[in-house]
Structures are given as structure tokens and as C-alpha cells.
């Protein structure tokens, strides 16, 4: 079941930062945000997750709101090469698996 | 390996064939998935296999499908007299522990064609 809400597309300048929003308003106190990326012909990457505390790595920040009911993800300059699906996920670190919606089309654009 | 590895990558098969998938995980990865990725659409969770522990098959769409992960590595997934709504790309991952919170990593995938 769907517990995450994503803009079906967006657009980014090549070297800007691309925000992407992810509404989970539903969300409980034990589920983790997800984020995964799928570029075409490939198969989905982990990018990163979180609780509560914002969390950032080589590829990416999280910024989780205090109620925790919406996050972004940030690239913080975006590439041609960051062109993909990007998908939000919501759930429980012991769930036996992660449900995948349909996720936002990022386009970054020369 | 390094990664997780998909064989083949392309089949073409006719309707009512039988067809089996490959999916070799990374060494040491405990837990395995299968997903499907229909044209457009989001993944599909079909089964997942953690360890000696009986595989969770819940999304398995019919009993047409089955799947068997040998020696707690290489999985293959077997999907009987198939039919065109079973074209999809069926996508393989693993992880380090049987919880999503080390992240999967996925295959590239094996796109089935029934024609």
C-alpha cells in the first residue's frame, strides 16, 4: 500500500539543487523514510534514509520535518547523469520488503 | 561478486512456455527479493527468501510462479506456461540482513518477452 505522495515529474537545471518533496502523512513512529533512484535500463539504487534527524551523504541530504509527516530529498547540484525515477518509501526496518509507488520523473535539463 | 547478478538478460518465449530467471546475489548477503516492473509502473514485490527461513511468497501473483534460493545463495525464480501479461522486467536484490534498513542492492534485471 501506497503511505508516500510524490509530484509525478519535475525538471532541474544541470548544477542546481533539485528538491524533491514526499508527503507521508500517515506515517508511524517505528517507519523509516527510504529513498531509492531508478535511472532507465537499470535497477534501483539506495540513496538514503532516516528517522527523524536530518541525514546526508555523498549522494544526497534528507531533510525530515518535526512532525516527520514529509521529507525532501536534495541533490545538491544536480547532473545529467542524476536523470531518473526517484522513489520515496516508507516503512518498518524489520518489514520483509519495501513497496516501490510510481515515484517522481527527474529530468535535469542542460 | 560485486554485484548482483541477472541471467539472462533478454528472453523471448513463447505463450505457454515454462521460463526460469537467475539471480546470483552478492557473497555474504543473506536476504534475497524478486520484484517485477510491469511497462511504466512502479516494482512489484513477489517473494523474498531470508537465510533458512521459509520464503515469504505473498506476492506471488499466481501458482504459476514459484521460486528456490539453493544453499542460501543463488536464487532462481520458474514462472509455468507463461502468458503476455507475465511480460515485465523481473528485478533481483539483496541485502547484507533480512530488514530493509541496509538498503537492497539490485540487479540489472531480466526483461521476459511472451510472445
Known amino acids: 500500500d501506497a503511505k508516500t505522495t510524490q509530484p509525478t515529474s519535475m525538471d532541474c537545471a544541470e548544477g542546481r539543487a533539485a528538491n524533491l518533496p514526499c508527503n507521508h502523512s500517515?506515517?508511524?513512529?517505528?517507519?523509516?523514510v527510504y529513498w531509492y533512484r531508478q535511472i532507465h535500463s537499470q535497477g534501483p539504487q539506495y540513496i538514503i534514509h532516516g528517522l527523524k534527524n536530518n541525514e546526508t551523504n555523498e549522494m544526497a541530504s534528507l531533510i525530515i520535518t518535526e512532525d516527520r509527516k514529509s521529507s525532501t530529498l536534495i541533490l545538491p547540484h544536480a547532473t545529467l547523469r542524476d536523470t531518473a525515477v526517484y522513489y520515496c518509501i516508507v516503512s518498518e526496518t524489520g518489514a520483509n520488503n519495501l513497496f516501490f509507488g510510481t515515484g517522481t520523473r527527474l529530468t535535469v535539463i542542460p | 561478486g560485486a554485484g548482483v547478478s541477472q541471467s539472462p538478460s533478454n528472453k523471448v518465449t513463447e505463450k505457454g512456455k515454462d521460463v526460469e530467471l537467475r539471480c546470483d546475489p552478492i557473497s555474504g548477503h543473506t536476504a534475497l527479493y524478486w520484484y517485477r516492473q510491469s511497462l511504466g509502473q512502479g516494482l512489484e514485490f513477489l517473494i523474498y527468501?531470508?537465510?533458512?527461513?521459509?520464503?515469504?511468497k505473498s506476492g506471488l501473483p499466481s501458482d504459476r510462479f514459484s521460486a528456490e534460493r539453493t544453499g542460501g545463495s543463488v536464487s532462481t525464480l520458474t514462472i509455468q506456461r507463461t502468458q503476455q501479461e507475465d511480460s515485465a522486467v523481473y528485478l533481483c536484490?539483496?541485502?547484507?540482513?533480512?530488514?530493509?534498513?541496509?538498503?537492497?542492492?539490485f540487479g540489472s534485471g531480466t526483461r521476459l518477452t511472451v510472445v
Open positions: 536484490a539483496s541485502s547484507r540482513e533480512g530488514y530493509v534498513g541496509y538498503g537492497y542492492t
Open positions: 527468501f531470508q537465510g533458512n527461513s521459509a520464503p515469504d
Open positions: 500517515t506515517i508511524s513512529g517505528n517507519e523509516y
